[in-house]
């Protein structure tokens, strides 16, 4: 719908005065237009911030819990197994599960699509190291697992397997370096000074957290505004206090300039160490503790489901054809009103209404033909021109002298 077509829509919307003086109850549809335009003015503004928020990237946090376990197999105090090697051998499996939060998995059900989300996605590398003696097994006692294998092989996995041949328990060192999605850091002991300061955004920041560029600039800008650093003359500049200085080194510095001082600072986060022993008494063994990660995602879902707020090309036409009805209902309503002019004027007096009325019709009559006279006296006083049928005339007029 143009422009020109929502203005003409809005204005047809709007009832005759007339039909408001004759009918108070019509102060109630005044009122529901009025909270039309409220709550389009807020809708308008809701779907901006909405597309605010699609311009980034929006993320959920969830926990990742890892399962640790092996199976034995073909071992000297089994029985022998159908289609068994006859080799004794264990394999173990590292396995990986998000957790279902009810309320991402309620926005996967309402969008409609399986959350494409396995174990090798959150993994950057892995390594399994065997502790055995390598003389008397030769197969390698390392096994790792890089993000860059996830193409070559078949796309993503939900675990890994490590499968080797033994008769005797082997205690493995398994190394995971988790893939945060945007590149997170380890913050050094006098940066993690600064950022615990209490303020949001940065109340949880320790020597554990991992954190990304941003939010650590982010931190040291709250710590700056809460401590009142920005000099007073220029802006720009931020007076160091102890803390920062032992951060920067200097008494003063450019704000610009922060994202590149405090690189130095910043170092890769620590990889998971998960110790476990294969146990080849029994067919399968599981470890007797999962491990817990903090893990974040693209809430594809999500931003679905917003996308489907901004974008409201169905409930856009649905609201233009009721608003067509009611365009439709309000012309029904204004032409019963001059009906009721007309039958109320010729109920009062039926014989000057319908002298009137002839003397209009004929007016108009000459205005069509455009070959008849006009009383030239009559034609010479205001009133003659101020009569209803003289726009129509010079309307007839305009038209047939354009036309000629």
Not at 61 to 73: D, H
Not at 313 to 329: G, V
Not at 343 to 350: G, Q, T
Request: proline fraction near 5%; charged fraction near 30%.
């Amino acid at each position: 719908m143009s422009s020109a077509q929502r203005k003409k829509s809005v204005f047809d919307r709007h009832l005759p005065k007339k039909v408001e003086q004759l009918f108070p109850e019509s102060e109630l549809y005044s009122r529901l237009q009025q909270a039309e335009r409220r709550i389009d003015a807020v809708v308008s503004r809701k779907k901006i911030e909405i597309q605010e928020v699609l311009g980034k990237p929006i993320k959920t946090r969830g926990t990742l819990r890892i399962f640790i376990s092996n199976y034995a197999a073909d071992q000297p105090h089994m029985s022998p197994a159908s289609g068994g090697t006859g080799v004794p051998n264990w394999t173990l499996r590292i396995e990986g599960r998000l957790l279902d939060p009810s309320p991402v998995s309620d926005r996967w059900r309402r969008a409609k699509c399986t959350p494409p989300l396995k174990f090798s996605q959150f993994i950057q590398h892995l390594i399994v190291e065997i502790e055995r003696d390598p003389i008397l097994y030769p197969e390698p006692n390392v096994a790792e697992f890089l993000k860059s294998d996830r193409g070559g092989n078949g796309g993503d996995w939900d675990g890994f397997e490590v499968k080797r041949n033994g008769d005797e328990d082997v205690k493995v060192k398994v190394t995971i370096r988790v893939d945060y999605g945007p590149e997170k850091h380890k913050v050094s002991r006098d940066l993690a000074k600064v950022l615990a300061i209490g303020n949001e955004g940065a109340s949880k920041v320790g020597l554990e957290q991992v954190m990304t560029k941003h939010e650590v600039v982010l931190g040291i800008w709250h710590y700056i505004k809460h401590n009142n650093l920005l000099d007073s003359e220029d802006k720009r500049c931020v007076k160091c206090d102890e803390k920062l200085k032992a951060v920067f080194g200097v008494d003063t510095v450019l704000f610009a300039q922060v994202p590149d001082l405090i690189t130095r600072h910043l170092f890769p986060p620590d990889p998971i160490v998960l110790h476990y022993t294969v146990k080849v008494d029994k067919p399968f063994t599981a470890a007797q503790h999962v491990y817990d990660i903090d893990v974040e995602w693209d809430d594809l879902a999500l931003k679905q489901q917003l996308l489907g707020i901004v974008n409201t090309a169905e409930s856009d036409r649905e609201l233009s054809e009721l608003d067509a009805q009611i365009s439709a209902t309000i012309a029904t309503i204004n032409n019963h009103r001059l009906k009721r002019d007309f039958m109320l004027a010729f109920a009062k007096d039926p014989v000057a209404f319908l002298n009137r009325y002839m003397e209009s019709q004929a007016r108009d009559l000459q205005t069509i033909v455009a070959g008849a006279s006009v009383n030239r006296l009559e034609a010479r006083s205001a009133e003659f021109y101020a009569q209803p049928w003289v726009k129509d005339a010079v309307t007839q007029f305009l038209t047939t002298k354009y036309r000629a």
